[in-house]
């Protein structure tokens, strides 16, 4: 049996400790938010956060993260209703096209922000590098990732505008 924290909520699962991360998370967790794209710690669709760091959750065994913070798309925004700063940006510049890419896009973006709050094109350009978007919408996703920079989190949070 694993013990897992997951979006803060201590989870166990009987599971082989060489598992990966990302079908324990889909099969027996049921948060299909994070995506299998290539199996092989490519393409960044299966990405979640450990510990605030970007991960690849498909290559990551869950004997590895036993007991740490686990973060998936599904534990991103502040509360039900509410958008996280970067999920609202992506929204007003219209980021998802095919959408598929976008769970790991936006936890690559978050982990990024959480350990630089204004990047430049450059911190941006490597935080995202190995996220791919078949879609190619990068220039949008640097874009709606400063706009989440440089947002009010009190607006972020609710995608409404403050009086404040």
């Known amino acids: 049996m694993?013990?897992?924290?997951?979006?803060?909520?201590?989870?166990?699962?009987e599971v082989d400790p060489s598992t990966p991360l990302l079908w324990?998370?889909?099969e027996q967790l049921e948060l299909t938010g994070t995506k299998f794209?290539?199996?092989?710690a490519q393409c960044g669709a299966c990405t979640v956060r450990l510990n605030g760091q970007a991960i690849r959750s498909c290559v990551t065994p869950v004997a590895a993260v036993e007991g740490?913070?686990?973060?998936?798309?599904?534990?991103?925004?502040?509360?039900a209703g509410e958008h996280h700063p970067l999920q609202a940006a992506w929204i007003q510049h219209q980021v998802p096209q095919c959408g598929y890419c976008q769970s790991g896009q936006l936890m690559s973006?978050?982990?990024?922000?959480?350990?630089?709050?204004?990047?430049?094109?450059?911190?941006?350009?490597?935080?995202m590098d190995g996220n791919i978007c078949r879609c190619?919408?990068?220039?949008?996703i640097k874009a709606a990732i400063?706009?989440?920079?440089?947002?009010?989190?009190?607006?972020?949070?609710?995608?409404?505008?403050?009086d404040e």
């Open 2 to 13: 694993a013990v897992l924290k997951v979006n803060g909520v201590r989870r166990e699962v």
């Open 136 to 140: 190619g919408m990068y220039g949008r």
């Open 24 to 26: 324990v998370l889909r």
């Open 146 to 162: 400063k706009t989440a920079a440089a947002a009010d989190p009190r607006e972020a949070a609710t995608g409404e505008a403050t």
């Open 68 to 79: 740490q913070d686990i973060q998936t798309i599904e534990g991103l925004a502040p509360g």
């Open 109 to 127: 973006a978050a982990a990024l922000l959480e350990r630089n709050p204004n990047p430049s094109d450059e911190d941006i350009d490597q935080a």
């Open 37 to 40: 794209g290539c199996g092989i």
